[in-house]
Every structure is written in C-alpha cells, then in structure tokens.
C-alpha cells in the first residue's frame, strides 16, 4: 500500500493526515503497541515539518509519504522545504541542563519511537520504519 499527500505548512492539517494514516496501519493489524509509536512519531514528525523547516508559514507545503507492507513493515517519509539542520546538533533531552526546556523532545521521541529513523538532504527529510 502507497500513500502520498501534500498539506499546508498549518498545524490544523495534522490530525487528517495523522487519522488517515493510521487507518491505513490499522488495516496492516501491527497492534496497539506498535500503532501508539507510529502516531506520536507521525505527529511529531509533522510538527517539527510544519514549526522548523516551514516556520508556520501556511503558504509552504510539507509533503508526506506512507508505504506499508506486513514483511517491510511501514516506512512514513517527510519532506519540508526549510534550510534544513544537522540531526547531531541536537541535544539530548535527558541531559540535565535540557530537562526543563520547552522544545527539544522531537527527534529524540521520534528515534525511541521507530525503528529505523534517517535525515538526508541536510535534514529536510526524516525516513522512519516500523517493522
């Protein structure tokens, strides 16, 4: 199974995007447990999308890809038109002088939550797997 979507750069058009998809999980009967990770990283994903790499600027658009398979399990692609950021920069949001920031906890939700997780193209896209 294949889907493809384009949304505005629009925090409202998350919830569509994320209830489709996870339709489309639901089909696949990967269970509870597995569904609860591939939301909050699609959620997530979509966010950072949408706040970073688009800056809330509705004009732009975020696209997002979906495959799925019972043997490749599922693979969500998201690309934004932003300039982009080096993953490794990012601190960890467990480090002690990080623990009450306001933002930060993305990515690294993202990578506990999935798999398999890649940025390329200087971090305007994320590739993430569930098996």
């Not at 970073?52 to 398979?69: I, L, Q």
Request: net charge negative.
């Amino acid at each position: 199974m294949q889907f493809e979507v384009t949304l505005p750069a629009d925090v409202a058009a998350i919830s569509p995007v994320v209830d489709w998809v996870m339709r489309l999980v639901d089909e696949l009967e990967y269970g509870d447990a597995k569904e609860f990770g591939i939301e909050m990283a699609l959620r997530e994903a979509l966010a950072n999308a949408i706040l970073h790499g688009c800056k809330a600027d509705p004009a732009k658009k975020v696209e997002c890809s979906v495959s799925a398979g019972r043997q490749d399990g599922i693979v969500i692609v998201v690309r934004d038109p932003g300039v982009g950021f080096e993953p490794k920069s990012i601190q960890s949001p467990t480090e002690t002088s990080n623990l009450n920031a306001d933002h930060g906890r993305g990515i690294f939700l993202i990578q506990a939550l999935m798999d398999e997780v890649t940025h390329e193209q200087n971090g305007t896209v994320i590739r993430m797997r569930k098996l």
